[in-house]
C-alpha cells in the first residue's frame, strides 16, 4: 500500500470516518496517543513513495511538534489535517482553542528548499478550497499540514456571486489569492476569519474606504509578487484566529520590513481567554467585522495623522 490513515479516536470529528468506510484497507483506528499515531503515520511516510495521513484536533498539534522534528529529519511524508482551528464555535472553551498552529513550521530555513524536508501549513478559506489544496498537496513531499474550522463557514464569493473558490480556480501552494483589489490597502486573512474580513471589506467600502483583501492560504511561504502588491499600498492588517503572540501577524510585519515596504501597519488576532459560548468567540475576541472595520479605520487616522505631522 501507499497510503496509511491513522487515526486517534475522532474520526467522527475530523472527517476521517468517510475515509474509513470507503477505504478500510488503507485506514488505522488508533486510540487517543497522538504521539505513537503521528509517529507510526510518520514511519510509514519514511518511503518516497507513501504517505502517511494523520489527524486530531488543532489544539492537540502541540503533543507531537518533536516527533514532526524527528519526521523532517527522516525525510517523511506526513500530510496531516488539523481540525478545529482557531476558536470560533469551539464549545470546550480555551483548551481546545487551536491557536498556535504556526509552532508546526519548526525546522530551519534550509528544509525549505528540500522536498522532502519541507514544512508547509496551509488553512483554506472555505470547503472549495479545502478540496482543492487537498488536491494539489496529497502526493507532495515533505510535511504537509492541512487545518479546517469545527464551524461551518459560507463559500466565498466573487463580486458577481459566484464562487471564487469553484470551477476554474486551481490552488497552487505558495501563492496567495486576490479576492478584492484596494486602493487604500489590504486587509490579509485566512481561514474562518477571512470571510468576515470580507464582509468587513464589503461595508468599508460603502463607508470609503477602498480596501482590498487578500486569501494567504499557505500561512509559512512569501508569495514575493503579492507582497510587493500588499505593501506598496498605504495601510496593512492581518486579521487571523490564531494567538497574536505566535501567529501570523507577527511574520507578516517582518517580510514587509525585510523588503523595504513600511505601510501603517496593524493585526488582529486572539488574544483573551475564552468566555464560553459558540459562534460568540469570534466577537469575543475581536476578529467579527465590525471590529475589523474598526481596526481598519483607525489605521487610516494614524496614517492621516503621521502625514499631517511631517
Same mark, same amino acid.
Given at each position: ?133 487537498? !488536491? ?31 470551477? +476554474? ?32 471589506? !464589503? ?20 508569495? !514575493? ?21 505566535? +501567529? ?9 520590513? !525585510? ?52
Amino acid at each position: 500500500r501507499r497510503v496509511m490513515v491513522i487515526d486517534s479516536d475522532l474520526e467522527g470529528s475530523t472527517g476521517l470516518k468517510v475515509i474509513h468506510q470507503k477505504y478500510p484497507d488503507v485506514f488505522v483506528q488508533s486510540g487517543i496517543m497522538e504521539r505513537g499515531n503521528f509517529s507510526a503515520a510518520a514511519g510509514f511516510g519514511m518511503a518516497p513513495d507513501r504517505q502517511g495521513v494523520f489527524s486530531t484536533f488543532s489544539a492537540f498539534q502541540e503533543m507531537v511538534l518533536s516527533e514532526v522534528t524527528m519526521a523532517r529529519l527522516n525525510r517523511s511524508n506526513v500530510l496531516c489535517h488539523f481540525s478545529h482551528s482557531g476558536c470560533d464555535d469551539m464549545a470546550d472553551n480555551t483548551c481546545h482553542f487551536g491557536i498556535n498552529n504556526m509552532f508546526a513550521d519548526n525546522g530551519v530555513d534550509e528544509y525549505q528548499g528540500i522536498p522532502s524536508q519541507k514544512t508547509s501549513l496551509y488553512f483554506p478559506a472555505d470547503s472549495l478550497q479545502l478540496e482543492k489544496v487537498v !488536491e494539489s498537496v496529497f502526493w507532495d513531499q515533505g510535511m504537509r499540514f492541512v487545518y479546517t474550522t469545527r464551524s461551518k463557514v459560507p463559500l466565498i464569493q466573487k463580486e458577481d456571486g459566484s464562487h471564487f473558490f469553484g470551477e +476554474g480556480y486551481s490552488f497552487v501552494p505558495g501563492k496567495d489569492d486576490l479576492i478584492r483589489e484596494g486602493k487604500v490597502g489590504y486587509i490579509v486573512s485566512f481561514g474562518d476569519a477571512l470571510y468576515r474580513a470580507l464582509d468587513a471589506v !464589503e461595508r468599508l467600502r460603502k463607508d470609503g474606504f477602498d480596501f482590498g483583501l487578500i486569501n494567504k492560504c499557505t500561512l509559512n511561504e512569501v508569495d !514575493e509578487e503579492m507582497i510587493q502588491k500588499i505593501g506598496s499600498s498605504s495601510v496593512v492588517l492581518v486579521v487571523e484566529p490564531f494567538n497574536k503572540r505566535s +501567529g501570523l501577524g507577527l511574520r507578516f510585519g517582518t517580510w514587509l520590513l !525585510e523588503r523595504g515596504l513600511t505601510p501603517k501597519y496593524g493585526y488582529i488576532g486572539v488574544a483573551k481567554e475564552g468566555s464560553g459560548g459558540l459562534w460568540e468567540h469570534a466577537y469575543h475576541q475581536g476578529y467579527d467585522s465590525s471590529s475589523i472595520q474598526a481596526k481598519a479605520k483607525a489605521l487610516c487616522m494614524q496614517l492621516l495623522l503621521s502625514k499631517a505631522a511631517k
